[in-house]
């Protein structure tokens, strides 16, 4: 039974609304178990090709792991927690379809490396992302000193985690930390027009194309291009590769069966 973490399927589309907003949804074991349940039940569920992922309520996406559940945690305590966030989100990050990640409000923290443990991002006019571990004392323990360098750079990520300084949708669109801002009341009907796009295409080459594209950024050149060309060898052994390469030569739209 989920208390803290809703999900629902309609149209090929995921939705995770993480549902704690009397808390601004932040992050602490409990909603981190139920997280990693839904994502267990989504993987199973074949009709998925797409998932968004949002926070409860209009102040927040998520702003961080739980301060007063990790206040005293021993050293120990805080390593398991640490680790289960970062298999939470590794989980997301290696999740067989597209994910986006609908910010409204705070990503903070643990909700910043949330959102970047996900494929793409969309923030509201008034969203503030930021990563303030350091003004907490402690550092990004979900994955954020990894994957932030990956997503902004070095430098800029640095800037970040050393200020702990909140950052307003425009910088984070410049920055290349979000795909795109919209207005809030936009912010659903948006997710889910991309998320449409998505899932309209292939699923069987689409898990293929996400696998791929994600493992590039920790691989070698050489690497990456031996895991590309096999992958694409591969997607000629789908039925979707027939139907997609016929459509086009027939002057028709594609009926792909995800197969
Ligand atoms: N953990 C636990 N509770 C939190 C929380 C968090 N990360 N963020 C907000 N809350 C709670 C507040 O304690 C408050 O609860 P009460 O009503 O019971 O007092 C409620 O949510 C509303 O928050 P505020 O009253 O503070 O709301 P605000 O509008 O004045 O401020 C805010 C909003 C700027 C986001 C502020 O809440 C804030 O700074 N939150 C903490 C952000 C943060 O530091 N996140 C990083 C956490 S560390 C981390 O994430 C480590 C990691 O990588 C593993």
Redo the contacts with the bound molecule.
């Keep these: 039974m989920s208390e803290l973490i809703n999900a629902k399927v309609q149209n090929g589309i995921a939705w995770i609304e993480i549902n704690r907003p009397?808390?601004?949804n932040?992050l602490n074991f409990q909603v981190l178990s139920e997280f990693a349940n839904c994502l267990d039940n989504l993987k199973k569920d074949k009709s998925v090709r797409a998932v968004i992922i949002k926070g409860a309520g209009d102040?927040?996406f998520v702003?961080?792991?739980?301060?007063?559940e990790?206040k005293d945690m021993s050293p120990k305590e805080a390593k398991e927690f640490?680790k289960k966030?970062q298999e939470v989100f590794m989980e997301i990050e290696n999740f067989p379809v597209p994910t986006i990640a609908l910010i409204n409000g705070?990503a903070?923290?643990?909700g910043c490396?949330l959102a970047i443990s996900c494929d793409m991002r969309i923030a509201s006019d008034n969203a503030r992302l930021g990563t303030?571990?350091i003004?907490?004392g402690?550092i990004?323990?979900?994955g954020?000193t990894k994957r932030l360098t990956r997503v902004v750079g070095d430098a800029f990520a640095k800037e970040l985690m050393f200020t702990g300084r909140m950052m307003k949708a425009d910088e984070a669109l410049e920055r290349g930390l979000v795909n795109r801002v919209v207005s809030g009341e936009e912010l659903e009907s948006e997710g889910e027009k991309l998320a449409s796009e998505i899932a309209d295409k292939s699923g069987v080459v689409m898990s293929i194309l996400k696998e791929v594209s994600t493992k590039q950024s920790e691989l070698t050149a050489e690497q990456g291009m031996l895991i590309e060309s096999s992958a694409f060898s591969v997607c000629f052994s789908t039925e979707d590769q027939t139907e997609g390469m016929n459509a086009f030569l027939s002057k028709r739209k594609p009926e792909f069966k995800h197969q």
């Design positions: 009397k808390a601004l932040a102040k927040a702003a961080g792991a739980d301060i007063g990790m640490s966030g705070y903070l923290g643990g490396e303030p571990e003004t907490l402690v990004p323990g979900f954020g």
